[in-house]
């Protein structure tokens, strides 16, 4: 290289540097004027530790607007993370809540940062969060009604603690709060900690940050002026080491990942023995579908999140089965084509991108909304305003529209069949599968080499929380595809528009050489010049066939019937277009990988090749079942 050329180099790179700090020094401006206007229209009472009933305070910030006429409504954030200086999502909600004449409460969970006591994955959401909503009851600037409102980690936990049903607890904003979803209906992904009983490594990643048993902390009883001032001088946040989760991810044993990468102590060794029906599940904070849920709920989630199937369960098993005709009528659903928590970051008037996939202006007007409904439950709002807020909204991708109905799926859905075949060859893009309407009338299968030590890798999907391992959205697979190990089954160029809206089915007739194994399914978009985009996918291993209490391995040579965990979407699968397929037995690092040996995966270091069959006949019916939109 030159010199001239290096200092052309050099001079962008300070360029570029430069314009790194100014952009940062943008963003804490934009926080402190945020903050800024918080503090000037409300009146902070920081560090106020809240008693629960076993004498354990939870550190706990309230904002209560300075102009308030009387007695105020309360919405009420929960978090296991720093809030030392109030920002984000957090801030704008504040904000936004304080302006409309709300007070807003801001907690940390137990065992976490100022907070007191010992840590529990969600936060010991039946007694905390019940104590909390009685103190919030009874302040003299409270109105006695209490809203809940967060994303993802400040959202699971609210479901649990709305079987509880607190008389003060009159609405709930939960978005992307499948972690607080042990089990419903046909999905028992315990907190999203499983998909079709294989685990998924996102939770592995973010215990990574989250477990805390060991950590500093000051003498109980200090006074809120004390902790006021060791706030300013103390964050108490963790400064954990960088890891490389793709590399972390792929050594064994996978029991020693948090440990090896320099971890805490914490639940993560005792979750990873559990098994998906395993008692301990269903004793802590999940919500499961046994339980009455007593509270009216906004329901907000995204396609490309790791929740989306069983939070749109949740909706309509509350909505049937809640026992207050009230709380089944206050239920209401919004599904944004975003990745998890992705609602603030929608662009207001350009394009969004989800992955690589443009979707479209898929803006919503968020905050009105959003009190539209606070108002009527917290204020006493007259039924107008609620009423104009459509029962259920989902962003239909591809038509890129947001679209309206009474029920989730749409009532006129109707399904369409399209049945695996080929001519035994469907192996990786340049095969010779196909998506037929009818049963396969030629070859019976086709096989393919599973090598756990060489995994298909994930590319897309629902995604969240696991620091890069894998890439959430909508990409084009076909690098994935042009694998062996991947079978691609392909249907005609479409003759119309195609609106798939709803839960989507499929069902695998397989065997294997191996004991165990895992089968991927992936549903995709081919657009007429070749590229594959993703629209979900969906795993299931092979021993929880019969339920998953109800284990059982392989035989080698039988034929077995998988029935997966549903996907969920609604996606415009435009005229020309292809319907893809893809079946496979890995997602990886997305999903742990299965080593094919029958054993307990977590606690094993090496694997076994397996030679994997999908069956495709009129007797061994192997398809995907699609909700249509006529």
Same mark, same amino acid.
């Given at each position: ?34 903050? #800024? ?84 994955? $969600? ?15 009874? +302040? ?44 419903? /209906?046909?999905?028992?992904? +315990? ?8 685990? +998924? ?92 849920? /007593? ?16 939070? $749109? ?22 599904? #944004? ?22 979707? /479209? ?120 595809? #042009? ?10 160029? $479409? ?123 009129? /007797? ?11």
């Amino acid at each position: 290289m030159s010199m001239r050329s290096c200092q052309w180099l050099a001079a962008v790179t300070r360029s570029l540097q430069l314009a790194c700090v100014l952009l940062l020094q943008v963003s804490v401006w934009a926080a402190d004027a945020e903050l #800024a206007d918080l503090e000037r229209i409300s009146t902070a009472d920081t560090m106020y530790m809240m008693p629960m009933r076993d004498g354990v305070r939870l550190a706990t910030d309230i904002y209560r607007p300075k102009d308030a006429d009387g007695k105020v409504p309360v919405i009420f954030i929960k978090t296991p993370y720093d809030f030392n200086e109030i920002r984000g999502a957090s801030l704008q909600w504040a904000y936004q809540a304080v302006s409309r004449g709300y007070a807003v409460a801001i907690q940390n969970e137990r065992g976490r940062y100022y907070s007191e006591g010992e840590w529990e994955l $969600l936060g010991d959401p039946r007694t905390d969060g019940y104590d909390a909503l009685t103190w919030l009851e009874k +302040q003299p600037w409270s109105n006695g009604n209490v809203g809940t409102v967060g994303c993802s980690s400040s959202a699971e936990w609210q479901l649990a603690l709305a079987a509880q049903d607190h008389p003060a607890h009159k609405a709930m904003i939960p978005m992307a709060s499948g972690a607080g979803i042990g089990r419903v /209906g046909e999905f028992q992904e +315990q907190g999203n900690w499983y998909k079709g009983g294989v685990h +998924q490594t996102l939770f592995s990643v973010w215990l990574y940050g989250v477990q805390q048993t060991t950590y500093p902390r000051f003498p109980a009883g200090l006074s809120q002026e004390q902790l006021q001032r060791l706030r300013t001088m103390y964050d108490l946040a963790p400064d954990m080491p960088e890891v490389n989760w793709k590399k972390q991810l792929a050594k064994l044993p996978a029991i020693d990942w948090l440990d090896d990468a320099g971890g805490n102590t914490g639940p993560f060794r005792e979750l990873m023995a559990r098994t998906p029906a395993d008692k301990a599940w269903f004793e802590g904070g999940l919500y499961h579908d046994n339980e009455d849920f /007593g509270v009216p709920a906004f329901w907000w989630n995204s396609w490309f999140d790791v929740s989306q199937g069983p939070n $749109l369960a949740l909706y309509n098993h509350v909505r049937s089965n809640a026992s207050d005709k009230a709380v089944r009528d206050g239920q209401y659903l919004l599904v #944004a084509p975003t990745l998890h928590c992705g609602f603030y970051r929608i662009p207001e008037h350009e394009d969004l991108v989800a992955g690589e996939l443009n979707v /479209g202006n898929a803006s919503f007007p968020v905050y009105e909304q959003m009190f539209t409904f606070f108002d009527h439950y917290l204020k006493g709002n007259d039924g107008r305003e609620l009423s104009r807020l459509p029962r259920v909204q989902f962003y239909t991708m591809g038509r890129n529209e947001w679209e309206s109905s009474e029920t989730w799926p749409p009532r006129a859905v109707q399904t369409q069949t399209f049945y695996l075949a080929s001519d035994g060859a469907a192996n990786s893009l340049f095969g010779d599968g196909r998506l037929d309407r009818q049963p396969a009338a030629g070859a019976a299968m086709d096989r393919y080499t599973y090598d756990p030590m060489n995994p298909v890798p994930a590319l897309g999907g629902g995604v969240c929380c696991n620091r890069g391992a894998a890439d959430g959205g909508s990409f084009d697979q076909r690098g994935i595809e #042009a694998r062996a190990d991947v079978l691609v089954y392909s249907s005609e160029p $479409l003759s119309a528009d195609l609106q798939v809206t709803g839960h989507i089915r499929s069902t695998l007739y397989v065997s294997s050489s191996a004991r165990d194994t895992d089968f991927t399914v992936k549903l995709v978009d081919v657009h007429p010049d070749g590229t594959a985009y993703n629209v979900d996918d969906t795993i299931f291993r092979a021993r929880y066939r019969e339920g998953f209490d109800k284990p059982k391995l392989m035989e080698n040579g039988e034929v077995y019937e998988l029935i997966l965990s549903p996907m969920s979407t609604s996606y415009q699968f435009k005229k020309g277009h292809r319907v893809r397929v893809e079946v496979a037995s890995s997602k990886f690092p997305q999903y742990m990988r299965n080593l094919n040996t029958g054993g307990n995966n977590y606690d094993e270091t090496e694997g076994v090749e397996a030679l994997n069959t999908v069956w495709h006949s009129a /007797g061994y019916p192997s398809r995907i079942e699609l909700p249509v939109l006529p």
